[in-house]
């Protein structure tokens, strides 16, 4: 695609429940990460993906929280027994390798736990 | 780590200039970012500086970078109410771990007034 996609745009969850996150990279990049934006907060980094392998997953918050990528493409962010203080945005972002000076970012889920 | 600091808010009127500041604390970053966000948006890369440079233009936009204060800024001309969005200020670790780590900062909130 032209750009990075996520899906879903939004998505609201009772507190307990597993959510799944997607992101589509641009076509062709191998490298890809994953942020979280909490409101007034900056970017935190969460994982990243060369090709289907996770070298740095040092941001991941808990051990509630995984991630895959499979075919060196579509990557899945899962949290389970989600909690309140995991609302947030939840940014993807794509460079062409893992050597590239740009990062280019998806529109970003929003996630709401009751 | 590095940290990444920049002011929350500012306001100016439309056609000022703008001026965005931000302060790091790795002298080893090796590129430093200006990402855009607009309301409900992912994040857009306006322009990017590598560390050697002392200062980047790119139409309305000039970033200056003071390595020895560890301080960037990004001037936008002729300030429009398009220009209205939360403007972040990353810096690249440079390829340590084996991938351009980017850490961001909160983030500016521009308004543009008439």
């Known amino acids: 695609g032209a750009g990075v996609s996520q899906s879903p745009s939004n998505k609201v969850t009772e507190k307990g429940k597993d959510v799944e996150l997607r992101c589509d990279p641009i076509?062709?990049?191998?490298?890809l990460y994953w942020y979280r934006q909490s409101l007034g907060q900056g970017l935190e980094f969460l994982i990243y993906?060369?090709?289907?392998?996770?070298?740095?997953k040092s941001g991941l918050p808990s051990d509630r929280f995984s991630a895959e990528r499979t075919g060196g493409s579509v990557s899945t962010l899962t949290i389970q027994r989600t909690q309140q203080e995991d609302s947030a945005v939840y940014l993807c972002?794509?460079?062409?390798?893992?050597?590239?000076?740009?990062?280019?970012f998806g529109p970003g889920t929003r996630l709401l736990v009751l | 780590g590095e940290d990444v600091e920049q002011s929350l808010f500012l306001s100016v009127r439309e056609g000022d200039s703008s001026v965005i500041n931000c302060t790091y604390t790795?002298?080893?970053?090796?590129?430093l970012y200006w990402y855009k966000q607009e309301p409900g948006a992912g994040l857009q890369l306006l322009t990017y500086?590598?560390?050697?440079?002392d200062m980047k233009q790119d139409q309305r936009l000039t970033v200056l970078l003071n390595k020895k204060d560890k301080h960037l800024s990004l001037r936008i001309a002729d300030t429009q109410t398009g220009d209205s969005a939360i403007y972040f200020c990353?810096?690249?670790?440079?390829?340590?771990?084996?991938?351009?780590?980017?850490?961001f900062g909160a983030g500016t909130r521009l308004a543009v007034h008439p």
């Open positions: 076509s062709g990049h191998t490298a």
């Open positions: 790795d002298s080893s970053s090796t590129y």
């Open positions: 500086i590598f560390s050697n440079m």
């Open positions: 993906f060369q090709g289907n392998s996770a070298p740095d």
């Open positions: 972002a794509s460079s062409l390798s893992s050597g590239a000076q740009t990062q280019y």
């Open positions: 990353a810096a690249g670790l440079g390829f340590s771990g084996g991938y351009n780590k980017l850490i």
